[in-house]
């Protein structure tokens, strides 16, 4: 079992997660995503976001979003 997403045409598995009391966009869809490109990666969900904190890319290693996001771009 586990969770996964698909943004920009990319598959991600997402290992762990938690609930992020910070609104970054309220008029954002539910399954929208928002991220700063640095150390935020974060889905609307109907109660507020899920920040991702540990991800998956295809045909990269299991790492903290942070880490992913300094060397790539979702």
Not at 3 to 27: C, E, L, R
Not at 50 to 69: P, S, V
């Amino acid at each position: 079992p586990g969770a996964w997403t698909i943004i920009n045409g990319k598959t991600y598995k997402i290992f762990n997660s938690h609930i992020d009391p910070q609104v970054y966009d309220p008029i954002q869809q539910i399954g929208d995503y928002y991220t700063d490109h640095k150390s935020i990666l974060s889905f609307k969900t109907l109660d507020g976001f899920l920040a991702i904190t540990e991800i998956q890319a295809e045909g990269k290693k299991r790492m903290k979003t942070e880490e992913y996001l300094r060397g790539m771009k979702i």
